[in-house]
Every structure is written in C-alpha cells, then in structure tokens.
Nanobody, 112 residues
Framework: QVQLVESGGGLVQPGGSLRLSCAASGIAFKSYGMGWFRQAPGKQREYVAGITVGSYTNYADSVKGRFIISRDNSKNTMYLQMNSLKPEDTAVYYC??????WGKGTMVTVSS
C-alpha cells in the first residue's frame, strides 16, 4: 500500500523558514516524479513545485527564488525548503507522487 506522509508544518512569522518533508513507502520512490501542492482556505489547490526522476526542478512563479524542492532517494523522502515566508503562503501543503498518490497534508501558517 502506497503511503505519503508529510511533516514539518507549523506556525512561523513572516520572513521565517520551514522545511517540509514527504516520506514515501510502498512504492518505487526513485522511479516517480514528485511535487508539492497547496490549498489555502477558500481557494483551489495549486501547484507549488515539482522534481523529476532526474532531479530537474520547477517552481510556481509565486515561490520561485524562495522555495527549494529536493529529494533523497536513499531515504524515500522529498523536501520543500521554504524561506522568506509570507502570509499568503499560509495553506495546507500536500505531497504528490505520479498521477494518483497524495499525502494528507501538513498545515503551514505564516503570521505575526
């Protein structure tokens, strides 16, 4: 059974940093592209960043230059380093693998 488990969310002040993790099990991790999505209250889920099997990365314009996506195939884990956080980054962040697999999300709140 495939499981994706996010962690690392929390409350942070504007300008602060957080690192999210997504641990995968039950799947050939290194064979899949992965991504992060987020959903703010009252809004649709949106793409944040993606990383391919070969570690090519892509970012939404709203986070480019502030967020860094990475993966460690030896640990079956994907990361999202979030820097210079803004209140508008407040959302539930979801891990995605391939077309079908999603985590349950981790809440990130950016507020003073």
């Amino acid at each position: 059974q495939v499981q994706l488990v996010e962690s690392g969310g929390g409350l942070v002040q504007p300008g602060g940093s957080l690192r999210l993790s997504c641990a995968a099990s039950g799947i050939a991790f290194k064979s899949y592209g992965m991504g992060w999505f987020r959903q703010a209250p009252g809004k649709q889920r949106e793409y944040v960043a993606g990383i391919t099997v070969g570690s090519y990365t892509n970012y939404a314009d709203s986070v480019k230059g502030r967020f860094i996506i990475s993966r460690d195939n030896s640990k079956n884990t994907m990361y999202l380093q979030m820097n210079s956080l803004k209140p508008e980054d407040t959302a539930v962040y979801y891990c995605n693998m391939g077309p079908s697999y999603w985590g349950k999300g981790t809440m990130v709140t950016v507020s003073s």
